[in-house]
């Protein structure tokens, strides 16, 4: 059913931190593994170990140069970006599938694929302005991120792995995984805090996803800290200081 | 965007079959005998099958292609589906009502002829419904669609009219002249507008790092590329647009026009000027194609 579901109150998705990530790609190396084992069709390469391999992923980390003021005075800094689904509320992918592969759901608003019934047309992955959508080149269907639908509310794993497979992983805590509809959550407070924002706010497509922009650069802006300064010891007062002279006296 | 040669059949020859089937259904081309019926039936049917079929081979499982007619309430693409389907059985009742000599009552013939401009209008929107891609997403796109079925139609149904040995008038022919030259008109204002059609987002608001400074991609995420640069940041075309544009105006337009002037009555010379418009009509949809960029390769390229 490809029309799209009333809003739903609970909007699980994932807040990631862009002031945190360090682009070592274990979420994406993770996903991959999680993702080609289990449901579904495995996630393909193709010349895997030859000159041009091309497989699909479901999450890919790409890596931005942010430059401010130009010239002798640019500042430059490098951010990380991992890029997966956003689960959109308004997700065009859902309402352009032909066959009612593509689907939201309606009690937590992850946007999956039925893989019996895509046809592999390739028009989602057309309609998504992120892409977030890869064609399998082995088994010719569409292949996105689900959330790890099939962890988060698994009962058979540790409750601390119930969680997608990258925010498990993430070394550094750049990636959090929670319900955006609940104003509470630690997710959405982590948003409010930090001015999480839309990715293309300008499509339309109203991601639930949040990315937390890196946080000023404070230490820039401040006067340099001397090191010489540090270094240099504190002269000691009161009985300190009659302590410290009796010592030297001594030799 | 990649373009897919099963799609570009596809949207050629079924606009140009069921812009033919446009012109036969209110009575353009009168069908004498069952033979006539047969024939024309048979090129029409053909020509909007074939274009239907070769649709199916660009899919992952053309074996599931039913699949598509059920999501008419939201996707265009399964709309396509269905009314298509419903204009060959349509077409099909028609051609049976024309060998049969039943008389098929004028509110059936315009009912199959709405039908067949929505299917083509489905078609168009398939592309135009897409905002991802700033110039198939302009009005003008549908109207392309819908003018160039119309004129190629026209076209058709007079080469039909001279192989049937049926007269031409000069009015008829003229109609083909301007309908011809109007379509192409759409054509290079579409070439024109949507062109110069840009996404409303740049790299900054797609990666949301544009209140820090101006944003650069410095490294993609695998070193080699991957099934979104290959489908969606096409470009060998592009660097022949003029070239190939010229191609598509030349022999989709110029020569079927020179043949309606200088020969509108000879049936050789039509059917080189329909084989001539389809062939044009090949590098245009080529071009539609080849020409789009997605707005995914802003994360790719910094541009869209």
Known sequence: ?251 | MRPAWSIIFFTTMSGLGLGLAGWIVIGLLPLMTQQAVIGVGVVTLALIGAGLISSTFHLGHPERAWRALSQWRSSWLSREGVLAVIVMAGLAGWFAAGYSGTIVPVWANLLLLVLIYLTVYATSMIYASLKTVARWYHPLTPVCYLMFAAAGGLLATLAMLALLGLPITAALAQAGIVLMLSAWGVKLAWWRLAGMARHAGSVESATGLGHLGTVKPLMPPHTEENYLQHEMGFVVARKHADKLRIFAIGLGGVLPIIVLLVAPASAAALGFAVLSHVAGMFVERWLFFAEAKHVVTLYYEGAA
Request: hydrophobic share 35%; glycine share 8%.
């Open chain 1, 1 to 251: 059913m490809t029309m799209l579901p009333e809003p739903s109150a609970i909007k699980l998705g994932l807040v990631i931190d862009l002031d945190i990530c360090v682009g070592c790609q274990a979420c994406v190396v993770n996903c991959k593994e999680w993702n080609t084992a289990g449901y579904g069709a495995p996630l393909a390469d193709e010349d895997a170990y030859g000159a041009a391999p091309m497989g699909a992923w479901l999450n890919r980390v790409h890596a931005y140069e942010v430059s401010e003021g130009a010239g002798e005075a640019q500042i430059s800094r490098t951010v990380h970006f991992p890029k997966s689904c956003l689960h959109c509320e308004e997700a065009p992918c859902v309402t352009v599938c032909p066959t009612g592969a593509s689907f939201k759901r309606a009690e937590d608003g992850i946007v999956l694929v039925n893989e019996d019934w895509c046809i592999g047309c390739g028009l989602c992955a057309w309609s998504c302005p992120y892409g977030a959508r890869e064609l399998d080149p082995a088994e010719g269907v569409m292949k996105k991120c689900t959330l790890c639908v099939d962890r988060i509310y698994n009962d058979k794993l540790q409750e601390e792995d119930r969680q997608p497979a990258c925010v498990r992983t993430c070394p550094t805590n750049a990636r959090h995984f929670g319900d955006l509809g609940d104003p509470n959550s630690e997710v959405s407070l982590m948003v409010a805090a930090r001015g999480g924002v839309d990715l293309m706010p300008e499509q339309d497509t109203r991601p639930v996803n949040k990315y937390l922009p890196p946080r000023s650069r404070r230490a820039a802006e401040e006067a340099p800290v001397s090191l010489v300064a540090m270094a240099e010891a504190e002269t000691p007062k009161g009985f300190w200081k009659w302590v410290d002279t009796a010592l030297e006296r001594m030799g």
